[in-house]
């Protein structure tokens, strides 16, 4: 079952924080996704109310003064954090929840709805990839650490999913694995 995540989650999301591939925030940042975006944050819950992943995201863009940039991000939704405890994968959830978060982007006029992961974590490329995402860009050294131990840090793609406004498919780039970005030209502000 999916429900909309409220404060009394944070002490029982053990099983999907525990995972080595799973992003740790501190809570006021958990609190300010529930306070900012309630609607895009969503947890998946087993039959015995037991959380079994959770999607954090948001809507966003950059200041319209840097319209003129290449590096400029429309209204988007953005995926935070997806992550399904080891033992519920490969059931259909994270696709669940991401249908979910598709949704509400959809509801809020996004233009598309993007997310980065390791360049390295193929399943959840694959997965997303199945899903309608494709690379838009490849981020160098966006992760600081190499869960492989065989660099310093790891690469990310910036994977995006056009929305129904974005007719044109204008935000999608074929071979975007080859369009290297430095992590510095992803933030304006």
Known sequence: MLRPFCPQDLLN????NLDPLTENYNL?????????????????????????GYMMGKVEEDPIYLKVLDTYMPWHGHVTALTIAPQYRRLGLAQDLTTALERGCEDQDAWFVDLFVREGNHTAVGMYRKM????????VDYYSDDPTGGKDGEDAFDMRKPLTRDKKKQHVRKNGENFRVNPEDLYHG
């Open 132 to 139: 309608g995402y494709s690379v838009f860009r490849r981020v």
């Open 28 to 52: 006021d940042f958990y609190m300010q996704y529930m306070m900012r975006w309630p609607s895009l944050f969503t947890v998946a819950e087993d039959q015995h109310g037991r959380i079994t």
């Open 13 to 16: 999301m053990n099983l999907t």
